[in-house]
Nanobody
Framework: QVQLVESGGGLVQAGGSLRLSCATS????????MGWFRQAPGKEREFVAG????????DYADSVKGRFTVSRDNAENTAYLQMNSLKLEDTAVYYC????????????????????WGQGTQVTVSS
């Protein structure tokens, strides 16, 4: 069973940048679609970004389009979320998720579609 470990969270001023990493164990990374979700206090977990197995297809929540970039390195078994122009409302715990799929180009955007989750990393944006 693959395990996911997020890192890269922290405290940043509004307008700043952070890059989150999601390191995976096991040999299934290249067979998995990857996603990033976040959960702010008192709110439900929401989709942030997703990337297909091939890396050719990505999708983003409207709230982060143009600011966040999802990527993956199948040789390093790691997924990334580059976050630029951070806003106060980006403050949340960020989770990466993975699920094996036979569909090479599919991007998954629903939390229910993901089988494995990381423990989360806190991102706090201050004014």
């Amino acid at each position: 069973q693959v395990q996911l470990v997020e890192s890269g969270g922290g405290l940043v001023q509004a307008g700043g940048s952070l890059r989150l990493s999601c390191a995976t164990s096991g040999r299934t990374f290249s067979m998995s679609a990857m996603g990033w979700f976040r959960q702010a206090p008192g709110k439900e977990r929401e989709f942030v970004a997703g990337i297909s197995r091939s890396s050719l297809n990505t999708d983003y929540a409207d709230s982060v389009k143009g600011r966040f970039t999802v990527s993956r390195d199948n040789a390093e078994n790691t997924a990334y979320l580059q976050m630029n122009s951070l806003k106060l409302e980006d403050t949340a715990v960020y989770y990466c998720a993975a699920t094996q799929t036979t569909f090479y180009q599919m991007v998954l955007t629903s939390s229910g579609q993901y089988a494995v989750w990381g423990q989360g990393t806190q991102v706090t944006v201050s004014s």
